[in-house]
Nanobody
Framework: QVQLVESGGGLMQAGGSLRLSCVAS????????MAWFRQAPGTEREFVAA????????YYPDSVKGRFTISRDNAKNTVYLQMNSLKPEDTAVYYC???????????????WGQGIQVTVSS
C-alpha cells in the first residue's frame, strides 16, 4: 500500500512558475513508476507527466512539453513537478499517481493522492 500527499499548489499569474511535490509513504517507492495527472472542472482527468523508477526516463504530452519537468528523489520518497511558463489553461486539480507500469493511461496507476489545486490567472 502506498499513500501519496501532494503539496505546493496555489495561485499564480500567467507566465509564472510553481513546483508541486508528492511524498509517498512506504519503503518501496523506488519500485514504482510515478506520474502527474490533472483535472479541470467538467473535463476528464488528463495525463501530464510520467517518470520511470530510475528517474532517467520521462514522458510528457505536447500540451506541457518544454514547460513542465517531472523528477524524483528516491531517497526522499518524493516526486516533483516543476511547472514553468504557466498558462490559464493549466488551471486544474493536480494528482500524483504511482503504478507498476510506465504509462500515460490513468487506469495503469494504482495509487493516487488527494489532489491539489493550481490556479493560473491571466
Amino acid at each position: 500500500q502506498v499513500q501519496l500527499v501532494e503539496s505546493g499548489g496555489g495561485l499564480m499569474q500567467a507566465g509564472g512558475s510553481l513546483r508541486l511535490s508528492c511524498v509517498a509513504s512506504g519503503r518501496t517507492f523506488s519500485r514504482y513508476y510515478m506520474a502527474w495527472f490533472r483535472q479541470a472542472p467538467g473535463t476528464e482527468r488528463e495525463f501530464v507527466a510520467a517518470i520511470d523508477w530510475s528517474g532517467f526516463s520521462t514522458y510528457y504530452p505536447d500540451s506541457v512539453k518544454g514547460r513542465f519537468t517531472i523528477s524524483r528523489d528516491n531517497a526522499k520518497n518524493t516526486v516533483y513537478l516543476q511547472m514553468n511558463s504557466l498558462k490559464p489553461e493549466d488551471t486544474a486539480v493536480y494528482y500524483c499517481a504511482a503504478g507498476s507500469r510506465y504509462s500515460y493511461i490513468r487506469s495503469d496507476y494504482d495509487y493516487w493522492g488527494q489532489g491539489i489545486q493550481v490556479t493560473v490567472s491571466s
